[in-house]
């Protein structure tokens, strides 16, 4: 049993990570021959799956069936399908794992009859391709009738009109998955004190509310199932229609990464007591006890949606099996089970209410915990923050940083002033412009990768320059240097880009960030002490042109007719 069990986990721990590409290419040849049927209604496929060396893919067999090809056919009805012989999977001990694939190149046959010879066969085929991590692939098209397969290799396939696996047991697999996987999730560390928070407030709660303790509980079990049921189905109808859109998509938005970095930090100003204000001539508003589980609810959201963005043991094998499982009821199954596994310590404090209105009654204790909590939830924020880093600009990332300390500063006078009336509307509207000004910073596309090819500096290179007098535009700059960082975005102009390619620009970038007694040296030469510097040869022999430490598309534009001037 337990050599059983080591097997399961090693093959398990082949799939827990869905992070690199691997792709398998995939032929479709066809043979049509009255051979078969008398009306040439019947047309013979096979789709050819070529495995690079070190890749598997699972078979209609075994344990990992539900990751195995399926094709759906539209306007052609299966007559009979021939796998062929599969063979065992290895795991990380070198035994069989108990799951059949196929680690060569194969091909897997369909005898289909068309339905309408006026009508083209579509397919839409989900597969999964495994190395070091196992990928979900989605092809779709038109089947196009190329003749590739030859007499000899049609009568060759011994058709036995058997039926496909029942993939009943590989569905229970996947919801087990699920549930274990969601669990798991709990422990990341974005998620992590979220779920603490939550269950801090629920200690506050029972010790005047013992009744509602369940209920807060199960509100926030609902929260957390429901945001995983939302985004399953939003991903299970989106994905045949757009292209590239898989599990986490949302966090592919800068505007969603930084919304949830507010969240983090206001969570963090909440553990240390800086949103807890009292601010003098605002009207008094009595919050009924029915909201308190309506917050419950979205706090149980906020845990599902922090936690949905990743992908960890288990879970992952689960959202794949839920993506390429060709019934939509089956998915959902699988992410509600996704869904109440992540919610399993909610449900614990709403099964064993009574342990937590036997806790110590909320004093000292519970106050230094909750400050604990505050550093544990702006540890959280590193998370957004690296994800931002390399969604936008480093220019606008920077503001979006300084627009939350901005906020932090105002939340932080709004505690100290808020009973002054007019001082604390000041304070009000600094917290909301800094968010804002964040949000539309934030708000860019993806990080902007400028069209002009950059080089790095050498001494050669500009001997070279100036030996076959070409024009040469030096910058000099340093990460640490903000406006540095400033400037860099005027090289994003389309009218910048334009010119340095007509003039045919060698672009060459000297950075400073660290010690180079070159660039040092070089910058002494210039007459300058410090970056930034943008130094322009026009060619030609031309003597160089210093442009100003502050750079815009003028500035640059007259360099370059003051150089053709000379």
């Known amino acids: 049993m337990i050599l059983r069990f080591r097997k399961l986990l090693c093959f398990v721990a082949l799939l827990m990570m869905v992070q690199c590409a691997c792709f398998a290419n995939v032929i479709f040849r066809t043979f049509s ?54 063979v065992d999977i290895m795991g990380f001990d070198g035994l069989p794992s108990g799951y059949k694939g196929y680690t060569s190149d194969f091909s897997v046959f369909y005898k289909l009859r068309i339905l309408n010879r006026e009508s083209p066969i579509s397919y839409d085929m989900s597969y999964v391709v495994c190395n070091d991590s196992c990928i979900p692939k989605r092809e779709s098209g038109d089947l196009v009738l190329n003749a590739a397969l030859t007499d000899e290799e049609v ?78 189905t939003t991903l299970t109808v989106l994905r045949p229609v757009v292209s590239g859109l898989g599990w986490g998509f949302h966090m592919q938005n800068p505007l969603v ?40 609810f979205f706090s149980g959201a906020l845990s599902a949606l922090t936690s949905s963005a990743c ?64 550093f544990a939830m702006l540890l959280s924020c590193a998370w957004p923050i690296w994800i931002l880093l390399s969604q ?29 009336k007019r001082l604390a509307y000041i304070a009000l509207t600094g917290i909301c412009a800094n968010v804002i000004t964040g949000g539309y910073y934030a708000s860019s596309s993806q990080r902007i990768h400028s069209e002009i090819q950059w080089i790095d500096y050498s001494d050669k290179i500009l001997d070279d320059a100036k030996i076959w007098k070409a024009a040469i535009f030096l910058d ?46 070089l910058i002494r030469e210039y007459g300058a002490a410090a970056v930034p510097l943008y130094i322009y040869y026009p060619g030609n022999g031309k003597d160089f042109i210093v442009l100003p430490s502050i750079l815009t598309k003028q500035t640059i534009l007259d360099a370059f007719a003051k150089g053709d001037a000379r």
């Open 155 to 232: 009568t060759g396939i011994n058709w036995n009109q058997s039926d496909t696996p029942s993939q009943d047991l590989s569905l229970l697999l996947m919801i087990i998955f699920g549930l274990l996987g969601g669990l798991i999730l709990n422990c990341m560390p974005c998620v992590f004190p979220v779920i603490l928070m939550k269950i801090f407030a629920l200690v506050k709660i029972s010790s005047t509310q013992k009744q509602s303790v369940r209920i807060h509980g199960l509100s926030s079990a609902l929260g957390v199932v429901s945001v995983f049921i939302f985004l399953g």
């Open 311 to 374: 992908v960890g043991p288990l879970s992952g094998v689960a959202v794949a099996g839920a993506l390429l499982n060709s019934s939509m009821v089956c998915s959902l199954a699988i992410f509600t089970a996704i869904g109440i596994g992540a919610s399993i310590p909610f449900i614990c404090v709403a099964a064993f209410s009574h342990v937590v209105e036997k806790l110590p009654k909320p004093g000292r204790w519970l106050s230094i915990l909750e400050e604990f909590m505050g």
């Open 476 to 521: 000099f700059t340093a990460s640490w240097c903000l406006n540095c960082q400033f400037n860099e975005t005027v090289f994003d102009d389309e009218d910048i880009i334009l010119e340095f390619k007509k003039r045919n620009i060698k672009a060459v970038k000297c950075d400073w960030t660290n010690r180079d007694e070159q660039i040092t040296r």
């Open 257 to 296: 990464v930084y919304a949830m970095l507010i969240i983090f930090l206001a969570c963090s100003l909440h553990f240390w007591g800086l949103l807890k204000l009292n601010i003098r001539g605002l009207p008094r508003i009595k919050i009924p006890a029915q909201s308190g589980y309506v917050m419950s």
């Open 392 to 420: 936008i600009s480093q220019v606008r990332f920077v503001l979006v940083i300084m627009c939350c300390i901005g906020a932090t500063m105002f939340v932080w006078l709004l505690k100290k002033l808020g009973r002054s």
């Open 33 to 86: 021959s009255q051979l078969h049927d008398a009306g040439n209604n019947v047309v013979v496929v096979s789709v050819d799956f070529q495995v690079k060396n070190g890749e598997h893919m699972s078979a209609m067999e075994g344990k990992g069936r539900s990751s195995a090809p399926h094709i759906v056919w539209t306007n052609a009805e299966v007559l009979d399908i021939v796998w062929p012989p599969s």
